[in-house]
């Protein structure tokens, strides 16, 4: 069926896809931060704190990740667009 898609079709396929990879990176990014978090509490009993602590570190590394793909389009925007000089 992709042999059937025009190249502008491809394109369109290939960045939805990206799109939900980002997705998918983003929930497990928080989630594998909370849930280690949650497992440091336990061992060293710093119960809330160190859940917090992974959470945090779980935003973050989902936000790098949104910024990675918007730098990415941008990039090719920049490319694709024709310039004017």
């Known amino acids: ?20 990879a ?13 849930y280690v978090g949650h497992w440091l509490d336990g061992r060293f009993e710093s119960t809330p704190y160190l859940t917090y602590i992974g ?5 973050a590394a989902a936000f790098k990740g949104v910024f990675r793909v918007a730098r990415k389009y941008a990039k090719n925007e920049r490319n694709e667009t024709p310039s004017d000089a």
Do not use: D, Q, T
């Open 22 to 34: 980002l997705g998918i990176e983003m929930g497990l990014a928080v989630a594998l931060g909370y």
């Open 55 to 59: 959470l945090l570190f779980g935003f």
């Open 1 to 20: 069926m992709l042999h059937m898609l025009g190249p502008e079709g491809r394109k369109y396929l290939k960045e939805s896809a990206g799109a939900g």
